[in-house]
């Protein structure tokens, strides 16, 4: 088992081998807090949505000619296509990344690098990636592991982090309590403690801080709805005001073209 575990320890190293310091810097700034604080992301995204709402709705506000309607709808199409495809992209990337972090941090616990901190969690969503995992009682597996966030409660405000555990193991249901072991110092991982009994669960899962702790959510992670809702609405009121003016100055072209008026 030791041996298993040195190797993977030596993979999940060479799967985040440090390039130049100032990339692997902007590498870890990209994943800092990511499962903490979505509200800048969600908020673009949303106002890009609106934008090309608005986009679309200038000709007829603007009173445009037909063709420059027309050409207003497809540009306003065409920026709701690129929002709707790149953001998956966009998305599929920040969880690759986070999750290469969990591999790289997790390495550092089990190699004992660092000294975990001990908490309760509840786990809130799950994705099976073929990523190695370690546990300190099952020891390291390569194969496929399910990347599963948790809401973490510990000495320090409650957040959520990421952990790698094996994908036939029943940590599936919203809610499920676990016992974790955080890293110090990267705030979005941590490794699942499987040593525990059954008794120790249901403890966690009685745990009065469940009910007097500021838990996140999903909403608190993408800093509000009603901010969702503002930035929608900004992005729909930016888009509508650039696409009537475009829409006024092509259909002003058209009729000096046209020598109409």
């Known amino acids: 088992m030791a041996s298993l575990a040195s190797a993977w320890v030596a993979h999940a190293a060479e799967e985040l081998a440090p390039g130049p310091s100032a990339a692997r810097r902007r590498f870890h700034g990209m994943l800092h807090g990511v499962l903490q604080d979505l509200a800048r ?4 995204l949303v106002a890009a949505f609106g934008l090309a709402v608005g986009v679309m709705l200038a000709g007829p506000v603007a009173g445009a000619t037909s063709q420059v309607a027309l050409g207003l709808l497809l540009a306003g199409i065409g920026l709701e296509t690129l929002v ?49 995992w ?3 009682g099952r020891g390291a597996g390569p194969g496929r ?3 599963t966030v948790l809401t973490a409660v510990g000495d320090g405000p409650a957040r959520r982090v990421a952990a790698l555990v094996p994908a036939d193991l029943g940590l599936r249901g919203v809610g499920v309590p676990a016992v974790l072991l955080l890293h110090p110092h990267r705030r979005d991982v941590a490794v699942l403690d499987d040593r525990v009994t059954g008794a120790q669960l249901a403890a966690v899962d009685a745990d009065p801080r469940w009910r007097t702790e500021a838990l ?20 729909t009121a930016a888009g509508t005001a650039v696409g009537t003016a475009v829409a006024t100055g092509l259909s002003t072209l058209v009729v000096l073209a046209t020598g109409v008026g």
Not at 41 to 44: K, S, V, Y
Not at 105 to 127: C, D, K, N, T
């Open 84 to 132: 709707v495809v790149g953001s998956p992209l966009l998305l599929g990337r920040a969880e690759r990344r986070l999750a290469r972090e969990v591999v790289a941090a997790s390495a550092e616990i089990a190699s004992g690098a660092v000294a975990p901190v001990p908490a309760i969690g509840r786990v809130v969503r799950r994705r099976v990636v073929d990523l190695p």
């Open 41 to 44: 992301p969600a908020r673009l």
């Open 134 to 136: 370690w546990l300190p």
């Open 216 to 235: 996140p959510t999903d909403r608190t992670v993408v800093g509000g709805y009603l901010a969702l809702v503002l930035a929608f609405a900004a992005g």
């Open 145 to 147: 592991a399910a990347l």
